[in-house]
């Protein structure tokens, strides 16, 4: 792949740094990258993995724009409400770059197409609002063997992680969270700062990109905790459950 003269300009950010170069931002561009939701975390998320360069991001989300959306969800816009968020995303990332391809998913993600969704892609990101979506993307990505970058925010915390758990030394994202809580928190109910989704969604980004080049330290294993009231990160080392029902080695 050969760059073209606004391509060279588009990323030369990237292109001067060792640890990516020309070679990394080829990479960048062929890459195939899926995204769960469109919302709080994806909004950052995608736009930061469009503006990198990622070649083709899918995305999954079956909702649509609401003015409540809007204190955190910097993808749309207001004159998009009531739009797919699958159209918004797509349109604000046209305005954006012509250099990348978005498949939207207008459906919502179920154990019956969760396989055939994340089959084509070469990492997943998860930023939905549910341990029902979580647990099931986790599994397929389990299943496929790709990674999987998951992140979760709420009131003033987030947290995420890179999970590998199909390799023998990582742990998988059941090792930490066994089952569904029997009453989950949501941000539609508890509140979220619209900001966090700014921080860990780019956070994602970031991985993601490590991830795709191979560079700097991975978060498989580790789990990250920000508390934005107290302007802490706390990086918790994470090993693999003997008695994990998924990954869970015992002979």
Do not use: W
């Amino acid at each position: 792949m050969e760059f073209s003269d606004q391509q060279i300009e588009r990323y030369a950010r990237h292109i001067v740094l060792r640890e990516i170069g020309g070679a990394g931002q080829q990479k960048l561009l062929a890459a195939r990258v899926l995204c769960i939701g469109a919302g709080g975390l994806g909004s950052p998320l995608i736009m930061y993995l469009a503006a990198a360069g990622i070649g083709t991001i899918g995305i999954v989300d079956d909702d649509t724009v609401s003015l409540s959306n809007l204190q955190r969800q910097v993808l749309h816009g207001t004159d998009r409400i009531g739009q797919p968020k699958v159209t918004s995303a797509a349109d604000a990332i046209a305005d954006l770059t012509p250099d990348v391809t978005i498949v939207p998913h207008q459906l919502r993600l179920t154990a019956d197409n969760v396989d055939d969704l994340i089959r084509d892609y070469d990492i997943v990101c998860d930023g939905s609002d549910n341990f029902s979506t979580r647990f099931t993307v986790h599994d397929a990505c389990f299943r496929a063997q790709i990674p999987l970058v998951s992140a979760a925010i709420l009131r003033f915390d987030g947290q995420i992680s890179t999970y590998r758990g199909y390799e023998a030394d990582k742990p998988c994202y059941r090792c930490l969270f066994r089952e569904e809580p029997p009453e989950e928190q949501t941000c539609a109910r508890d509140g979220v700062l619209g900001a966090l989704g700014g921080v860990m969604g780019s956070m994602q980004a970031t991985e993601v990109v490590k991830e795709l080049l191979g560079v700097g330290d991975t978060l498989a294993g580790q789990l990250v905790v920000y508390d934005a009231l107290a302007a802490t990160f706390r990086k918790i080392r994470v090993r693999p459950d003997p008695d994990c029902p998924l990954c869970g080695r015992v002979e």
